[in-house]
């Protein structure tokens, strides 16, 4: 059977970016690979009808979201972030500052809640509205609000140093 047309070049041009937010999500370079992977496997089990009907990014990022909640839901081991953020493509080595904040955003993220780590991730990592989020994780709104509030509140506690910093750059 013959691929459907593109999803090699989607795969090719959209996984740097799908994996760094399943890294956020998972805290680990390995699992978010596995993430990615399982996800990609899906959309391409549908890539036919997404092929036609657009938003492939979409739904793999969808799928990524709803396998990392199920995983969270069946493991209740503690994890720790042991890797590096892995950097963009064509990046030059970072500064000491900025290695310094990407540690502390990534040790404060680990010692948030599964939900509030995803909002998170979903609403200032991904870009989605508070509509977007709450459909991609299958709650309301408000509880998407509400653990973005608590999530920010618990950050700033945990990462007072992230104060006021501004990322310059294109996350995908």
Known sequence: MEDPPDFDAFVRT????????????????????????????????????????????AYTRKTMYHLQVSRWRRRRIVESFAGDVPDRPGAQSDHAEHTVLRLSLLSALSRLTAKQRAVIVLRFFDDMTEVQAAETLGVSVGTVKSQTAKALERLRILAPELSGVSVIGDAR
């Open 14 to 57: 959209r996984t740097p970016a799908l994996l760094r937010s399943a890294y956020l999500l998972t805290g680990d370079q390995h699992l978010a690979e596995d993430l990615v992977q399982s996800a990609l496997g899906q959309t391409h089990r549908a890539w036919r009808r997404l092929y036609v009907a657009g938003g492939a990014e």
